[in-house]
């Protein structure tokens, strides 16, 4: 059995997810991986930070991009609990991403709406591990707004 699979690195960042449902944030969390090795941890900061672009996957690339020393994510993985929005989507596409695996689908906002691609031509894209457990966690969180 190995290690480091899939779900395993879904689950760090569905741990990431979690932070920003304590902080009231909506919970969105991502991990950046590169060589099997997590070199970047973030959630949505976009209350705290009072910053509309502090998306879990904006603050991924960054950490992700200090780590390396390069504006290039091209050997990397980003996990990430929600379909990236337009905007994260956009950063993605400039940081040349190797492959992006996301959880749950964004019907409202997410990058696959646009009929344009916008991810790099060599992204690969995997969708729906552990999106059960995503969807159930932001349906939690706009369920306790309304309250």
Known sequence: MEL?????FMREALKEAHKAFEKDEVPVGAV???QNKIIARAHNQTE??????AHAEMLAITSASNYLGSKYLSECVLYVTLEPCVMCAGA??????Q????GAEDELRGYSL??????HPRT???KGISGQESKELLSQFFKKLRE
């Not at 993605?92 to 991403?97: E, G, I, Y």
């Not at 492959?99 to 996301?102: E, H």
């Open 92 to 97: 993605l596409n400039w940081a040349q991403l």
């Open 32 to 34: 950046v991986v590169c």
């Open 4 to 8: 480091y699979t899939l779900e395993y």
């Open 124 to 126: 690969q894209v995997l």
């Open 114 to 119: 646009i009929k344009n691609p916008l991810l």
């Open 99 to 102: 492959k992006l695996i996301y």
């Open 48 to 53: 705290q930070l009072n910053d509309a672009t």
